[in-house]
């Protein structure tokens, strides 16, 4: 099924990818193989994801690895997943650092153990000075913190303003992506249909394409048909087709449901 309007203008590159990294677990359960095979399994798609982003002229690519809401999990799984993630960063920051990637741990850093806080350190401090692209992965983050701690941040920096001339930009400018563009596209594979508690903010006028397949499986062809769907659609921005004009929130959720895609709809799908 999909869901759709096309242009016949010129086909268009998102600036700003966001991927929500759904069904390692599922893709682990249907071989019958232990969950952390599933997740360490998708870790390894991040470099090709990485690699075809660049190749296709993106500027910047949000993951989401851990939410705030993922600490329910099995305390098994969520060690697994810190484990995992210093693995990736100790094993990949090199290279990332010499293709002149910036790579960004984003979320609330604070209730992660310490060795893990300090590599994130040292990584962020590697590749600050990296422009060519921008690898933000979201860990304990969620999109509701994300407002209240720019919230929080633009109290402390106007520390004698009243909350009233707190505006939509100096909001944007304290969230954890405030210096990076908005983003164009959100790719959620696995087959949910929801955004999850991510970038809430951010996503008010993103496209929002769906796929079935598991992230384990989600390889370059799959993100090329992501960009060949996006570089279709008639990004409005609030106002009518063919027409610019005042953003208003009504039409941003309309043109948000306009741009739910599904694909390859897997009706066995496991829970």
């Known amino acids: 099924m999909q869901t759709e309007t096309t242009t016949d203008g010129p086909l268009q590159t998102p600036r700003h990818v966001a991927i929500i990294m759904d069904g390692n677990r599922r893709w682990a359960a249907q071989r019958a193989l232990p969950r952390a095979v599933g997740h360490a399994t998708g870790a390894k798609r991040v470099k090709q994801i990485v690699t075809t982003c660049i190749d296709a002229g993106v500027q910047c690519l949000t993951l989401f690895a851990f939410s705030t809401e993922n600490w329910r999990r099995p305390q098994d799984e969520v060690s697994g997943l810190m484990k995992l993630l210093m693995r990736y960063l100790s094993k990949e920051v090199s290279e990332l650092h010499a293709e002149g990637v910036q790579l960004r741990i984003i979320g ?26 921008t690898l933000s992965i979201a860990v304990n983050y969620g999109g509701r913190w994300d407002i209240l701690q720019a919230m929080r941040r ?75 769907w996006f570089g279709h659609r008639e990004r409005r921005f609030g106002a009518a087709a063919g027409q610019s004009g005042a953003i208003d929130s009504a039409t941003a959720q309309a043109s948000l449901a306009a741009g739910a895609h599904i694909l390859q709809k897997d009706t066995q799908r496991s829970a």
């Open 108 to 133: 609330d850093t604070t209730q992660l153990d310490a060795p893990l806080r300090k590599m994130i350190d040292d990584v962020h401090a590697l590749t600050a000075g990296n422009t060519r692209f």
């Open 154 to 228: 633009w109290q402390a920096a106007h520390p004698n303003s009243p909350v009233t001339e707190l505006d939509e930009a100096g909001l944007s400018r304290h969230l954890s992506t405030g210096d990076l563009p908005e983003p164009d596209l959100l790719i959620r594979t696995g087959g949910e249909i929801r955004i999850s508690n991510f970038l809430l903010w951010q996503m008010a006028y993103t496209e929002m394409y769906f796929s079935d397949v598991l992230f384990p499986t989600f390889g370059t062809a799959e993100l090329q048909a992501a960009f060949e």
